[in-house]
């Protein structure tokens, strides 16, 4: 963007060089050197007063000394220099002349011109003149006197310079400009919309540039490599968070650390952190995947989204049964409701959601097998569990066939755990009820996963939490002299059942989810404000193009000095 303070001082500046060089000649000439005679010759040129003669003959000395000017326009400047201008002839060959100097003399000259109240440019040439003279040429342009203003390429790139893009650049002039703009000018209208990606203004400038270009307008064109060339770290953390690869921790938290945190992590504390950084399209997902959470209802998008499920169960704890036909999470979140009761010792909430996972029915065909093989080893588990509790026999034979039955769709994939459990189900069953001890596997009773650590401690917990329920704290003693027993005996945990048959089916995968995950974003500018010097440049070349606008027969003055 251009700074419209520096922009100004420029401008200043060099209006403060004209006054001064015009100050130097009045000292040193006193009165001004041109005679009366002359100065009325100049007025039917339209120069109205000594001072401004001595700025045409100052701009027509430059002239005549050019390299390359004919001899016939060599010849008419100098005739006017030695106080003979012709009206007819002079204004085509000041022309010539001024195009074989410096961008910056004729700025210098077209200034002088201006300030001493010189017209010899058609209409709208002067209007273009008045904006290069000025110098708040920014506000001339959005004024409402200028607001249809236009010109040549030259004049459209200073008008773009110096409002910082808010003017944009015709299309007839975008290519010739997207090569020789500076690259803050063309940053001030990609920030002002006024070039887009299908202008591929990227084309048109060196490898670098155009890759900074291409960052800013076309982000997702841009590769892994390239954006390391730019040392883009926020597509480079998109990028490490897409691939899970290690993100190191930025301080304060972005918003790729927040959701991995949330997402990847399961952690719903960062949840409203995550939502005050997410962009909105990805906000208003996080806030419709949370009020479902209140219910446990998602539409398909989401429940399909694995790498949304952490986050879904972090925020969802059902209180009923779950409908595990529905979807595979559903059958996961059931799963694990399932087994949490059975630790919690909710035998017949458990047994009820076991087999809600279990039961043929067109519902559950979409539960997976390798849940359905672990929903079938806990309803073969909670069904012997609640055969203990039962006094009639025909109660207890009903609930250990559909437990055998249970445990033998489990052991039919063949995995080693549940044949072993299928067999100690078997034993037991074949065992006298007076001679058999507990079916229940002690480490579920006491609220841990079969063979976990920490068990006595956990006993000693739970055993002051029972204080004063002499039963509870008797059947606490008896689950750990079984796990003792367990640990002196040659097989040790095998002696149980075991639940879960395989704990990895449990887990709820840590993925990069399809939702959530904010698109690339464009690079953020680069470029520093342009320049003042950048800016004079600039007004300079949009001066040679008012050349173009200089009239072929100067006006005359009348005597009270307006031009006709």
Known sequence: ?????????????????RLKRARERRENQGSSSVSSFVQRKWRWLGVGDGEAVEAVLAMLTEAVAATGLPEAERAILTQAIGGDPDRDSLLPAVRMGLGLLSPESVLGHLRSLWAGGV?????????????????????ELVGKRSHALSGGPAFSLFATACTRGAIPVPNRFLDELLERAPLSVIDDLVDHGGLMPEDAPWTRRDEQEGLYLRARLAPSTVSGEQAECLAWQTYLRRQSFLGDDDLARQEPDD??????????????????????????????????????????????????DRGLWLLMAALWRPQGLVDAGRSPFYALVALNRAYDLVKAGDLEAAAQQARSLTRDSVSNRRVPAELAEEANALAAYVAARQSERLESRTERDRLLDSAEEYASRAAARGGAAAERNLRLLRAWRGTRRNDRGPFGNPFLDIGLDHGAGGWEERCRDIFREREGDARAQ?????????????????????????LPLDRSRYVVPSQVPN??????????????????????????????????????????????????
């Open 1 to 17: 963007m251009t700074d419209p303070v520096a922009a100004r001082q420029a401008a200043k500046a060099a209006e403060r060089e």
């Open 119 to 139: 017209r010899w440019l058609n209409e709208s040439g002067l209007e273009r003149c008045r904006v290069l003279c000025s110098t708040a040429p920014a506000l």
């Open 255 to 304: 918003v790729w650390d927040l959701l991995y945190d949330v997402v990847m992590d399961g952690d719903v504390t960062a949840v409203d952190a995550l939502d005050a950084a997410l962009p909105r399209p990805q906000q208003i997902e996080l806030r419709d995947l949370k009020s479902g959470a209140l219910s446990g209802q998602w539409p398909p998008r989401m429940t399909e």
């Open 474 to 498: 008797s059947e606490l003693n008896m689950a750990e002299e079984r796990i003792r027993d367990a640990l002196r005996g040659e097989v040790g945990w095998d002696v149980f059942y075991q």
């Open 515 to 564: 939702h959530l995950v904010p698109p690339v974003e464009a690079l953020p500018r680069r470029t520093a404000l342009t320049s003042g010097g950048e800016l004079e440049a600039i007004r300079a070349r949009a001066a040679v193009e008012l050349l173009d606008d200089f009239r072929t027969t100067a006006p005359r003055l009348d005597r009270h000095s307006s031009p006709r």
